[in-house]
């Protein structure tokens, strides 16, 4: 019997200077994407960070007065590791983003304000394929980022952001999102991968609070898990997977 064939994925176009991540929590970038931004911000590219909450609901155990702060701080000492230094929130109510005009003037003022050719984000979908449910958040910051990398370009949606001076940005070629069943393009995690690790390793509280595990184990163990399973459609080198969305 023939064995099945494993479609390829392409490798995410890299004739880019600026990039911006928007997801809704902190961490959101650190399960599977670090990797990437560590490889890029080697390479001389820029990549700016955009959360759409501070996590404050994430961990049960922690108010959200106290969980708010310390998961912005470990997000952003998380974003050092692999080469970040602008990290930005917007200030959402964890739990309960609400898609819709408000969200999307918030990341296409972002946009506008970065000017970046490559936008990130996570999974837009109702699921992470199959029966595994996605958050409401993710999907709403999600899709929102999608329509935002529109609106920034587009001078008569939101006309107040070019009454604040932020002047309409149309250079957005491609939105890669990460985490989706349906990956298109992959990046070689490599050179990143270990630095993906201590990214993620960053929130220690929240790891602590989600698993008895130890916590190196953990990040280590699934962040490999996922770049080897990536890399048997991308050369069998370990990888991050993207479904992009060219504009």
């Known amino acids: 019997m023939t064995e099945p064939?494993?479609?390829?994925?392409?490798?995410l176009p890299d004739d880019w200077q600026r990039a911006l991540a928007v997801v809704a929590h902190p961490d959101d970038l650190e399960y599977g994407c670090a990797a990437a931004i560590a490889a890029w911000t080697d390479a001389g590219r820029e990549v700016s960070y955009v959360l759409a909450t501070r996590g404050e609901a994430g961990i049960d155990t922690l108010d959200p007065a106290r969980c708010g702060p310390l998961r912005e701080r470990e997000q952003r000492a998380s974003a050092a590791v692999v080469g970040v230094s602008e990290v930005a929130f917007l200030d959402h109510a964890d739990g309960v983003?609400?898609?819709?005009?408000?969200?999307r003037r918030d990341i296409a003022a972002a946009?506008?304000?970065?000017?970046?050719?490559l936008v990130i984000t996570?999974?837009?979908?109702?699921?992470?394929?199959?029966?595994a449910w996605n958050t409401p958040d993710h999907v709403a910051v999600g899709r929102a980022t999608?329509?935002?990398?529109?609106?920034?370009?587009?001078?008569?949606?939101?006309?107040?952001?070019?009454?604040?001076?932020l002047q309409p940005w149309d250079g957005v070629r491609w939105v890669a999102v990460a985490g989706s069943a349906s990956p298109t393009?992959?990046?070689?995690?490599?050179a990143g991968l270990e630095r993906a690790v201590r990214s993620l390793l960053e929130h220690?509280?929240?790891?602590?609070?989600?698993?008895?595990?130890?916590?190196?184990?953990y990040a280590r163990t699934l962040l490999t898990g996922f770049a080897e399973e990536t890399g048997k459609r991308f050369g069998n080198r370990p990888a991050v997977a993207f479904e992009v969305f060219p504009r």
Do not use: K, M
């Not at 996570?122 to 029966?131: A, F, V």
């Not at 220690?204 to 184990?217: F, V």
């Open 5 to 11: 064939t494993i479609s390829q994925l392409l490798p």
């Open 185 to 190: 393009h992959a990046v070689d995690a490599t």
């Open 97 to 103: 983003i609400e898609y819709g005009p408000a969200l």
């Open 111 to 117: 946009i506008r304000r970065h000017r970046p050719e």
């Open 122 to 131: 996570l999974n837009h979908r109702d699921t992470w394929g199959g029966t």
């Open 204 to 217: 220690r509280t929240y790891i602590e609070a989600l698993t008895d595990e130890d916590p190196e184990t």
């Open 146 to 165: 999608l329509d935002a990398a529109g609106d920034a370009g587009n001078r008569w949606i939101f006309p107040e952001l070019t009454e604040q001076g």
